[in-house]
T-cell receptor, first 116, second 116 residues
Framework: KQEVTQIPAALSVPEGENLVLNCSFT??????LQWFRQDPGKGLTSLLL?????REQTSGRLNASLDKSSGRSTLYIAASQPGDSATYLC???????????????FGQGTRLTINP | ETGVTQTPRHLVMGMTNKKSLKCEQH?????MYWYKQSAKKPLELMFV???????ENNSVPSRFSPECPNSSHLFLHLHTLQPEDSALYLC???????????????FGPGTRLTVL
C-alpha cells in the first residue's frame, strides 16, 4: 500500500528566505507526482505536476524535483513571501490502480508560515 | 475559484438529518471524485466516477451515498451521520483517458460539514 510522507509537518521562516519542502513515497510505480497548495478552509490549487519520466518542473519561484527510484520529491520555493503561507500537499498517482480515472494518494501536508 | 464549484460551502446538520452536497465542473471533464479531509489526517479518496459510472468505493460507510447523473454533476447524499464525519469534503474532476502521466485533478473549494 502506497504511503506518502511529508517533512516537516510545519515550517516557519522569515520573508525572503529560500526553502525546501520534502515528500517521500514508498511505491515507486507512479504515473506522476503533484504538488498542491491549500489555504485555510479552502480547496486545493495545483502548483506543479511532474511526470514519472521527468526530473523537475518549474513555475515562477517554484521548482519541484522528482527522484522516482528513491521515492522522493522536493518543492523549492525561492525568495519566500508572506502570500506563500499555506499548507503544501504532495500526491502521487498510481500505475496499478488506473481504471480510466486517477487515484491520488496524498501526504499529510506541510504547513508553511512566512513571517514579514 | 476554479472551474469546479461546490455547494453549500458550509453545512451544519444533526445526526438524524438528511442532506446533500453538490459539485459541478465546467471543465469538460468526465471523471469526478469525492474526497474527505479530516483534521490531522491525509486527504482520503471516497468515490470515483468515470463517465457517470462508479469505479471506486474505498470502503465508505453506507450513510454516504454518491450520485452522478451526468459527467458535469456529482452529489453526495448524507443520512444518519456521526460526529466523526465532520470534515471538509472536496470534489475534484479530471479528463478520463487523457495521457495519465500528464493528467491533473482540479479541485473545488470544499464543503465544511459539521455533524452535531
Amino acid at each position: 500500500k502506497q504511503e506518502v510522507t511529508q517533512i516537516p509537518a510545519a515550517l516557519s521562516v522569515p520573508e525572503g528566505e529560500n526553502l525546501v519542502l520534502n515528500c517521500s513515497f514508498t511505491d515507486s510505480a507512479i504515473y506522476n507526482l503533484q504538488w498542491f497548495r491549500q489555504d485555510p478552509g479552502k480547496g486545493l490549487t495545483s502548483l506543479l505536476l511532474i511526470q514519472s519520466s521527468q526530473r523537475e518542473q518549474t513555475s515562477g519561484r517554484l521548482n519541484a524535483s522528482l527522484d522516482k527510484s528513491s521515492g522522493r520529491s522536493t518543492l523549492y520555493i525561492a525568495a519566500s513571501q508572506p502570500g506563500d503561507s499555506a499548507t503544501y500537499l504532495c500526491a502521487v498517482t498510481h500505475r496499478s490502480e488506473i481504471q480510466g480515472a486517477q487515484k491520488l494518494v496524498f501526504g499529510q501536508g506541510t504547513r508553511l508560515t512566512i513571517n514579514p | 475559484e476554479t472551474g469546479v464549484t461546490q455547494t453549500p460551502r458550509h453545512l451544519v446538520m444533526g445526526m438524524t438529518n438528511k442532506k446533500s452536497l453538490k459539485c459541478e465542473q465546467h471543465l469538460g471533464h468526465n471523471a469526478m471524485y469525492w474526497y474527505k479531509q479530516s483534521a490531522k489526517k491525509p486527504l482520503e479518496l471516497m468515490f470515483v466516477y468515470n463517465f457517470k459510472e462508479q469505479t471506486e468505493n474505498n470502503s465508505v460507510p453506507s450513510r454516504f451515498s454518491p450520485e452522478c447523473p451526468n459527467s458535469s454533476h456529482l452529489f453526495l447524499h448524507l443520512h444518519t451521520l456521526q460526529p466523526e464525519d465532520s470534515a471538509l469534503y472536496l470534489c475534484a474532476s479530471s479528463q478520463a483517458f487523457a495521457p495519465i502521466i500528464r493528467n491533473e485533478q482540479f479541485f473545488g473549494p470544499g464543503t465544511r460539514l459539521t455533524v452535531l
